[in-house]
C-alpha cells in the first residue's frame, strides 16, 4: 500500500540551531513530494515541492528538503530555526499517473516546537 | 484576495440531522478535493473532481456526498451524520492537479454528537 511516514510526532529545537524533520515514503515509480505547514486554526499552506532535477529543493520562508531516492525520503531542514516556525508539518506525495495520482498522500504530520 | 471559503468554520449537531459544508474557491481553479484531518492519521482524501464533469471518490467517501454544479463551488453533504464523522474538514483547489500543489481553506471543525 501506499504510504508516507513521519516517523516523529514532535520535534524540538532551540531557536538558531538547524532543523530536520524526518519523512519517508513508500510509493512506486517516481511520485511528486510535497512540504505543507499548518499554524494554529489555520489551512494547511504549500512549503515546498520535488519533481525531478536537482535533490535539494528550496521553498518558502527558507525552508528546504532533501530528496533521496536510494532511501526514499525527504526530509525537510532549515539552517536556523525560528520560533515562528512552531507549527504542524506535513509530508505529502502524489503519486505517478498510473498509481491514483488524483490526490496527496499525507503523513501523519510532525509538530514543531522552536523554544527560545 | 485569492482564497478557499469554508462555511460553517465551526460546527455540533446530532446523529442523522443532515449538513451541508460549502466551499467556494475565487481561482478559477479546475480541480477540487475534500479531505478530513485526524490526529494520527493526518489528512485523507474524501472526494475530489478534475472539473465540472469529473467528480469520483477519494480513500475514504463513505457517508459523504459532494456536488460540482459549477467550477467555484464543491460543496460537502453529510445526509446522516455519524459521531465517526467528527473531525475537521478541509476543501482544496488547484488550477488543475498536474503539479499537485494545493490551495486549501481554513477548515471546518465539525462535533456529530
Known amino acids: 500500500a501506499q504510504s508516507v511516514a513521519q516517523p516523529e510526532d514532535q520535534v524540538n529545537v532551540a531557536e538558531g540551531n538547524p532543523l530536520t524533520v524526518k519523512c519517508t515514503y513508500s510509493?512506486?515509480?517516481?511520485?511528486?513530494l510535497f512540504w505543507y505547514v499548518q499554524y494554529p486554526n489555520r489551512g494547511l499552506q504549500f512549503l515546498l515541492k520535488?519533481?525531478?532535477?536537482?535533490?535539494l529543493v528550496k521553498g518558502s520562508y527558507g525552508f528546504e528538503a532533501e530528496f533521496n531516492k536510494s532511501q526514499t525520503s525527504f526530509h525537510l531542514k532549515k539552517p536556523s530555526a525560528l520560533v515562528s516556525d512552531s507549527a504542524l508539518y506535513f509530508c505529502?506525495?502524489?503519486?505517478?499517473?498510473?498509481?491514483?495520482?488524483?490526490?496527496?498522500?499525507f503523513g501523519a504530520g510532525t509538530r514543531l516546537a522552536v523554544h527560545p | 484576495e485569492a482564497q478557499v471559503t469554508q462555511n460553517p468554520r465551526y460546527l455540533i449537531t446530532v446523529t442523522g440531522k443532515k449538513l451541508t459544508v460549502t466551499c467556494s474557491q475565487n481561482m478559477n481553479h479546475e480541480y477540487m478535493s475534500w479531505y478530513r484531518q485526524d490526529p494520527g492519521l493526518g489528512l485523507r482524501q474524501i472526494y475530489y473532481s478534475m472539473n465540472v464533469e469529473v467528480t469520483d471518490k477519494g480513500d475514504v467517501p463513505e457517508g459523504y456526498k459532494v456536488s460540482r454544479k459549477e467550477k467555484r463551488n464543491f460543496p460537502l453533504i453529510l445526509e446522516s451524520p455519524s459521531p465517526n464523522q467528527t473531525s475537521l474538514y478541509f476543501c482544496a483547489s488547484s488550477p488543475t492537479f498536474d503539479t499537485g500543489e494545493l490551495f486549501f481553506g481554513e477548515g471546518s471543525r465539525l462535533t456529530v454528537l
Open positions: 520535488y519533481i525531478t532535477g536537482d535533490n
Open positions: 505529502a506525495v502524489r503519486p505517478p499517473f498510473s498509481g491514483g495520482y488524483n490526490k496527496l498522500i
Open positions: 510509493v512506486s515509480g517516481n511520485p511528486y
